[in-house]
């Protein structure tokens, strides 16, 4: 197969190829394998590629399996793998060995996936940027001295590159979206409950985090979560299931929907103008398409809102250290743990029961309020990030200038659309619909009702159509020439 020819096709395409013997499975991971070598040095996405042609799961899933053979890498945080390294991007995880593979991480392979390695993230996942002492910084595909977001960044900048069609996330704050505007791609949080995330834990984050993927298609994005969408033994929630497969969905007639479009954050921080000029213009593109479009915000508590965050992520850092410490023996401080990261776990432990209590009290009234918007409104229209993608450095983690409220302003002054919506458990989808004036992707975040992600869909395969983006490549990636010749 022709590195042209691989890069001519989505998962879904290479399935097809490699479903009707045109190719093989390991043609294909040997492709991705070539690309990793030599993309890796400059991006530095990819912290372990597994030594098995095939990943270790040569089975490749049961025959009719929708991705069979398929190249996939995993983020290296929360989805794990039998056997394989677990580290959250934190020195005090270092050589950790998964016991076993989380419930995702099996539907992945029997979905036929061939999983190759495992990708870069931050330190426990709190930040917006991939860069830690433990692994250095993920750099952007589209200008390797930016950032390619967090904190699925090691995901994105692969499959932004070409090196794979699509690679796992999770999104516990906008680790999906985020890096999905930096480097250009489709990055869908789902609904919660979802996609399971289970043994370990019935709820990532207390109700915040979920599952997914990034990719370069909305085709691809649909057919992944038709695979892995449903409940496992055990999970927390029951969650009303499609009526028809997502993939579906693509290309239906999209009946005129009402949207709200805002560029004002909650918060209050700064918003980019050409960021707010780009939404704007894509929410006038919606009207042009014949749906009704206004300016509308949903209204919340923003400090009550904040202060909730702030005692969720706390408290789950500081349990997970000290679970990880415990298991590895190892001290926390600054030996193993950056100074960011330490903030928030020295804050976590002062947390009472009753501050929790009260963070899920905010959880309820807020996923309220913010309901009540979407019974007047199909779809809400914001930025996915205020900031084009900032300087390597820009949100160091290792500040120790950084109180644990500090911290979080700090990484949401990037991204502070996106976090609301893991809240309210809400799907919510990043579309590479804009580019910069400096050539940099600029993602623009479509919010659907609970459980709505067939809107979502049908809406972004009609702005797919309208403003494509597939024939856009960065400047390191297998598209350049000299990574061709490699």
């Known amino acids: 197969m022709k590195l042209s020819e691989y890069l001519a096709h989505d998962a879904l ?64 945080l929360i989805l794990h793998l039998e056997g394989r390294k677990s580290e959250m991007g934190s020195r005090l995880c270092a050589d950790m060995v998964a016991p076993h593979s989380t419930h995702l991480a099996t539907k992945f392979e029997e979905a036929g996936l061939v999983t190759l390695g495992r990708t870069a993230t931050p330190e426990m996942g709190f930040c917006t940027t991939t860069e830690s002492i433990l692994n250095g910084p993920t750099r952007n595909p589209w200008n390797t001295d930016l950032m390619a977001g967090g904190s699925s960044g090691g995901s994105a900048a692969m499959v932004a590159a070409g090196v794979v069609p699509v690679a796992h996330g999770n999104d516990g704050g906008g680790s999906i979206r985020i890096p999905a505007a930096c480097c250009g791609l489709v990055g869908l949080k789902p609904s919660r409950g979802r996609t399971p995330i289970g043994p370990d ?57 009402k949207i709200g479009f805002t560029s004002t954050p909650w918060s209050g921080d700064h918003v980019d103008a050409e960021i707010a000029e780009k939404t704007k213009n894509i929410a006038l593109l919606c009207a042009d398409m014949g749906h009704h479009v206004e300016e509308a915000s949903p209204t919340f508590d923003y400090g009550s809102f904040r202060e909730a965050t702030i005692t969720f992520w706390c408290a789950n850092i500081a349990l997970w250290i000290n679970q990880i410490s415990e298991m590895t023996g190892r001290p926390t401080n600054s030996d193993t743990l950056e100074a960011a990261t330490l903030a928030c776990y020295r804050y976590g432990l002062e947390l009472k029961a009753t501050d929790m209590a009260a963070a899920f009290a905010v959880m309820n009234m807020i996923s309220r309020q913010v309901a009540g918007f979407f019974q007047k409104y199909d779809v809400l229209i914001t930025p996915t990030t205020a900031l084009l993608p900032q300087k390597i450095g820009t949100y160091n983690a290792n500040d120790p200038s950084f109180d644990a409220h500090g911290w979080t302003d700090h990484i949401f002054t990037f991204a502070p659309f996106t976090a609301l919506f893991n809240m309210t458990g809400q799907p919510a989808i990043s579309l590479p619909l804009s580019m910069s004036a400096t050539g940099m992707p600029i993602g623009t975040q479509f919010v659907g009702g609970a459980g709505r992600e067939d809107v979502l869909f049908r809406l972004s395969s009609q702005l797919e159509q309208a403003a494509p983006w597939a024939d856009r490549h960065p400047e390191t990636s297998l598209w350049a020439e000299k990574y061709r010749g490699h």
């Open 201 to 257: 834990a019935g709820d990532g984050l207390n109700g915040l985090g979920i599952e997914h993927v990034l990719t370069r298609s909305l085709r691809d994005c649909a057919a992944f979560l038709d695979a892995t969408e449903g409940p496992m033994p055990g999970d927390p929630y029951a969650i009303i299931r499609p009526v028809r497969p997502y993939l579906s969905e693509l290309g239906q007639k999209c009946d005129p929907l």
């Open 13 to 76: 395409g290479l399935a097809e190829l490699i479903k009707n013997g045109d190719i093989t499975a390991l043609e294909v991971a040997n492709i991705a394998r070539q690309g990793i070598e030599a993309l890796n040095p400059d991006l530095n996405a990819v912290l372990e590629v597994f030594e098995e042609p095939l990943g270790g799961h040569t089975s490749q899933g049961a025959p009719d399996a929708p991705l069979a053979g398929v190249p996939f890498l995993v983020k290296d």
